[in-house]
């Protein structure tokens, strides 16, 4: 069974710092990598995915993921991160494959930005 | 946002009634999930559904049962609601191989 492990449970930053949450994901197949972002009191938004080709995706408000495969890791990163950044990230792994029905979720790194 | 309604968004219940939760969709996904939410868990698989009728279990499915008889419609029925219950329950789905989409969430407290 796919799992994916988030490093860090909560991560506090001031504004503009660079920002880098750790994810490494089990299964040993062709996935599906995801992250996704929960604003305070609100739900799931997808932020950035992998599905092949340039390991480096970009994704929406300036995030940024390196899926190295050798690693099984998928990082996600911005460079200056700001206030309203404030947020709860989840990494998630889908098998690619036949049947690639199960996403399966870390348990999610909450980052508190100081202004 | 994708067209995902979760009914209701909030439910205050007694222990050991039963509870059932209603996922609504509208972009014809194939995929159906129920999660469940916890601080320090993340999101946990309760159920998932691969087509009409088509369901299996995740990871903390006891306790809990689904249906999904069009594929609009995922429900989820807590037979007779625990303490341990208590938690936002998010439902999402999945068009073939795309992105997840998740609904706003329901907030069940159990007493």
């Known amino acids: 069974a796919q799992s994916v492990s988030q490093h860090n449970h909560h991560v506090i930053l001031s504004e503009a710092a660079s920002l880098e949450l750790g994810c490494n994901y089990s299964y040993g197949g062709t996935v599906n990598l995801f992250w996704y972002v929960q604003y305070p009191g609100q739900h799931l938004q997808l932020l950035l995915k992998y599905f092949s080709g340039d390991p480096l995706v970009k994704g929406i408000k300036g995030f940024e993921a390196e899926f190295i495969k050798s690693k099984f890791s998928f990082n996600l990163r911005k460079p200056s991160v700001q206030w309203s950044d404030t947020a709860e990230y989840f990494c998630a792994v889908t098998d690619s494959g036949a049947g690639s029905y199960q996403l399966t979720f870390g348990k999610g790194t909450k980052l508190s930005v100081i202004p | 946002d994708a067209g995902i309604t979760q009914s209701p968004r909030h439910k205050v219940t007694e222990t050991g009634t039963p509870v059932t939760l209603r996922c609504h969709q509208t972009?014809?996904?194939?995929?159906m999930y129920w999660y469940r939410q916890d601080p320090g868990h993340g999101l946990r698989l309760i159920h998932y559904?691969?087509?009409?009728?088509?369901?299996d279990k995740g990871e903390v499915s006891d306790g809990y049962s689904v249906s999904r008889s069009k594929t609009e419609d995922f429900l989820l029925t807590l037979e007779s609601a625990t303490s341990s219950q208590t938690s936002v329950y998010f439902c999402?789905?999945?068009?073939?191989?795309?992105?997840?989409?998740f609904g706003q969430g329901t907030r069940l407290t159990v007493v």
């Open positions: 999402a789905t999945k068009p073939g191989t795309g992105d997840a989409f």
């Open positions: 559904s691969y087509g009409v009728k088509d369901t």
């Open positions: 972009e014809n996904h194939r995929y």
